[in-house]
């Protein structure tokens, strides 16, 4: 596991620490709390980049492409 030091804001801080000990907050809270959020802002970043990389193609030539790789895909396991 590795370690950060971050300055977030009072606010936040306070609006986060009664968030958790409102939801019965545990020890390592926070910690989960904060990577899990880290995770979610990446993975919409991430889908953010893949929508505007795919804006420029056809929606029914992503879905024809998506089906041609699933079902080469599955016909490599058999």
Avoid at 42 to 64: C, H
């Amino acid at each position: 596991m590795t370690r950060w030091n971050l300055s977030i804001s009072e606010e936040t801080d306070r609006a986060v620490r009664t968030f958790l000990a409102r939801n019965g907050g545990k020890k390592g809270d926070l910690s989960r709390f904060v990577d899990e959020a880290v995770r979610r802002h990446v993975f919409d970043l991430t889908i953010g980049q893949v929508k505007e990389r795919n804006a420029g193609y056809d929606q029914m030539e992503i879905l024809d492409l998506i089906d041609d790789e699933v079902s080469a895909a599955r016909a490599g396991r058999t």
